[in-house]
């Protein structure tokens, strides 16, 4: 027979560390989509200048993001 201690509070906290990480991973992939969806805006409009600089200046992107409708 195998006994195991149980740590409530050790429990609890994993599954707040992991709903964490788990959110984290979304927000990512949601981040990456929009990045995405912008880029083939702008590549379809042939705004290169507007890419490079989206890459480079955050704030420029996220203009583009509000002009593009996509946040």
């Known amino acids: 027979?195998?006994?195991t201690t149980?740590?409530?509070?050790?429990?609890?906290?994993?599954?707040k560390?992991?709903?964490r990480e788990e959110g984290r991973e979304e927000g990512r992939a949601e981040i990456i989509a929009e990045l995405n969806q912008l880029t083939k805006y702008l590549l379809k409009a042939k705004r290169y200048n507007d890419l490079e600089r989206a890459a480079k200046d955050i704030e420029y992107q996220k203009k583009l993001l509000k002009e593009f409708g996509i946040e």
């Open 17 to 19: 560390e992991d709903a």
């Open 6 to 15: 149980y740590d409530k509070d050790l429990y609890e906290k994993t599954l």
């Open 1 to 3: 027979m195998i006994l």
